[in-house]
């Protein structure tokens, strides 16, 4: 296994962003993985865990220690009466993953067509779109403990899933590295069709009973329409996630903010259009930092417009929240996960 030194990560992000990191490698198997955790300790230098970098924003001045990133392959399939257990390996590609699926003719992760980034990387904030999340389709996610040097088998209930989010994300858990995850997949399941734009799309088609195939279809067509292209703009996706109003606050909201889309998330919470805060609080032109924009297609989504550093994101990002907190009183919380130092960036 080769180990690199100031590998520039901007090249394995797909915002295009980031400085170098000090040690790089990829590890293709749990060997590898031993290998390159093994050699972070020799150096005594902290390890970070890179999938496909569509998640990520990455200081400019790079990061500091072993940055590894994921390339463990293979995926096999089992019968389970009329589900399929799929256990796919973290390195995998999770559209392609995706695609493999519905060509099955398997229900569960279609709508979720199109996300760029690896399968290893799907549990850490619970990737959703379009009415599903991957949560309802895990079964378990082995790991690999860096700490304790064992591979654990954690249960669905074991990664406290929630919105965008999973205990994978919290700084006590980053010894555990995802290996593979165990997806139970339904063969005779049906299509989650609540979205507007899907129903309209099916309708415009001619569509009635859309199978995984069309349903793939659908969201793809859809999501053509609304985000950038990753291999002609840089970003991360949607930069902020969408706030979780307690009810009777989304009553309040409602009366002050007419017309704000709020819908009903959970019982006791409703989910606020973060992309109505940015569009109606934040003016595209007005809110834009060196090369780093608000996408106008999606306000969500940050681009960088060829030559932005991830300071310009962040400030941008910052100003947005700023505004938005001062209009309205809601704290966006940031989607896209930041790496590295960015204590000397202020507004
Ligand atoms: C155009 C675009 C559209 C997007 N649309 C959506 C969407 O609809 N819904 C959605 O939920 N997300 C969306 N995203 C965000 C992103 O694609 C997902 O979060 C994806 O799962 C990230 O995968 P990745 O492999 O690129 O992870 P990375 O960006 O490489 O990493 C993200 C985080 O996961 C950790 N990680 C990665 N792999 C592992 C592993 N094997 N073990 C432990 N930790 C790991 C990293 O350390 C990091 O903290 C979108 C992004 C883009 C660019």
């Given amino acids: 296994m080769r180990i690199l030194e100031q590998e520039p990560l901007a090249k394995h992000t797909t915002f295009r962003i980031g400085g170098p990191a000090r040690y790089f490698c990829e590890a293709s198997n749990e060997a590898e993985l031993a290998e390159a955790l093994a050699f972070a300790e020799t150096k005594s230098a902290p390890f970070f865990i890179l999938g496909g970098g569509s998640n990520v924003l990455i200081a400019d001045n790079g990061l500091p220690g072993l940055v590894i990133k994921m390339r463990l392959r293979g995926k096999e399939y ?11 390996h973290s390195g995998e590609s999770w559209d392609a993953f995706v695609a493999d699926t519905v060509a099955k003719g398997l229900y569960g992760i279609e709508n979720l067509s199109a996300i760029p980034g690896t399968v290893g990387a799907s549990p850490v904030q619970n ?16 790991v690999f403990d860096a700490d304790t040097k064992a591979v654990r088998r954690l249960s669905n209930d074991e990664c406290g899933f929630s919105y965008r989010h999973s205990m994978f994300k919290n700084e006590n858990n980053k010894n555990l590295i995802v290996l593979r995850i165990a997806f139970r997949l339904s063969r005779d399941g049906h299509p ?9 799309y099916l309708e415009a088609k001619g569509i009635v009973a859309p199978n995984p195939a069309r349903m793939r279809e659908a969201i793809i067509a859809i999501r053509k329409q609304k985000l950038p ?3 002609e703009t840089g970003t991360a996706g949607s930069f902020f996630k969408n706030p979780l109003l307690q009810k ?12 704000a889309p709020l819908h009903a998330h959970t019982e006791t919470h409703d989910k606020l259009s973060a992309a109505w805060l940015i569009r109606n609080f934040c003016g595209e032109k007005q809110f834009r930092c060196g090369d780093a ?20 994101v962040f400030i941008l990002a910052q100003k947005i929240k700023t505004r938005v907190k001062k209009e309205t009183g809601i704290t966006l919380e940031f989607e896209v996960q930041t790496l590295g130092d960015f204590s000397q960036t202020t507004i």
Wanted: aromatic share 12%; net charge negative; proline share 3%.
């Fill in 78 to 88: 089992s019968d389970d009466g009329s589900f399929a257990r799929v256990i796919a």
């Fill in 127 to 142: 990737i959703g779109a379009y009415g599903q999340e991957v949560k309802d389709v895990i079964e378990w996610v082995e």
């Fill in 192 to 200: 989650e069709r609540g979205y507007p734009e899907v129903e309209a």
């Fill in 229 to 231: 292209d990753v291999s």
């Fill in 248 to 259: 009777a606050h989304s009553h309040i909201f409602k009366h002050l903010f007419y017309g």
């Fill in 293 to 312: 924009a608000i996408y106008i297609r999606q306000p969500l989504v940050l681009v960088n417009h060829r030559r932005a550093r991830a300071q310009d």
